[in-house]
């Protein structure tokens, strides 16, 4: 167990339909980051969040957006859904910011699972 | 760009038969390369952090090693339970001090039959 927790385990929806990814890091850990795993592509970044602000961006579309809330929390949410949007989306978290070492080491959730009918 | 290749894509080995996973990374400046196992439908599990060409480390049956082009998992007498996907990630230099976001390649399907 990593620590850091993700709900729901399984999401099924419609085209077109909005959902929210919910993600708790690891106590301690500040920094949040989204993955989203497809067959075809791999393990892609999303975005970072580290401690409230967003950090980077990586291969997010623009119907996808996330916040970190206070409590450190996070959300992904997608909207306008599309069937390529099917995929295993991961959250992991990691020390993050001033506290890191050289490297940051992230430890993953057990992920949701998004599937788009 | 960042990018990681790992070969081979898919590996079977018999109990006790030992072989190696490459990663071989191109990065602007290398924070940390780290190797991951990730089993059927579940979340990426940490293995290894490696950040320094010759730097070697060692869990149970694995052993990752790092050059400044590669990446080696070594697993000697694996056992069925070892059979899972095993991903390589690289953490790069980048600007903005607190971007560590990683860069995976596809991984390695590892196999291991009794």
């Known amino acids: 167990d990593s620590g850091v927790t993700q709900t729901p385990k399984h999401l099924i929806t419609a085209t077109g339909q909005r959902v929210t990814l919910r993600c708790s890091p690891r106590?301690?850990?500040?920094?949040v980051y989204w993955y989203q795993q497809s067959l075809d592509q791999g393990l892609q970044f999303l975005i970072q969040y580290y401690n409230g602000e967003e950090r980077a961006k990586g291969n997010i579309l623009e119907r996808f957006s996330a916040q970190q809330f206070p409590d450190l929390h996070s959300e992904l949410n997608l909207s306008s859904l599309e069937l390529g949007d099917s995929a295993l989306y991961f959250c992991?978290?990691?020390?993050?910011?001033?506290?890191?070492?050289?490297?940051?080491?992230?430890?993953f959730g057990p992920g949701t699972r998004l599937t788009v009918l | 760009e960042d990018q990681v290749t790992q070969s081979p894509e898919a590996l079977r080995l018999q109990e006790g038969e030992s072989s190696s996973l490459n990663c071989s990374y191109t990065?602007?400046?290398?924070?940390?390369l780290f190797w991951y196992r990730q089993d059927p439908g579940k979340g990426p599990e940490f293995l290894f952090t490696l950040y320094s060409a010759g730097e070697e480390k060692e869990k149970e049956r694995l052993k990752a090693t790092l050059t400044k082009k590669e990446s080696f998992l070594h697993i000697t007498a694996p056992k069925p339970e070892d059979s899972a996907t095993y991903l390589c990630?690289?953490?790069?230099?980048?600007?903005?001090?607190?971007?560590?976001?990683?860069?995976f390649g596809k991984g390695t399907l590892l196999t291991v039959n009794p």
């Open positions: 106590s301690g850990d500040l920094s």
């Open positions: 990630a690289v953490q790069a230099v980048n600007s903005g001090g607190s971007n560590y976001k990683l860069t």
């Open positions: 990065v602007s400046g290398l924070r940390g």
């Open positions: 992991a978290s990691s020390v993050g910011g001033l506290a890191a070492l050289w490297w940051d080491t992230q430890y």
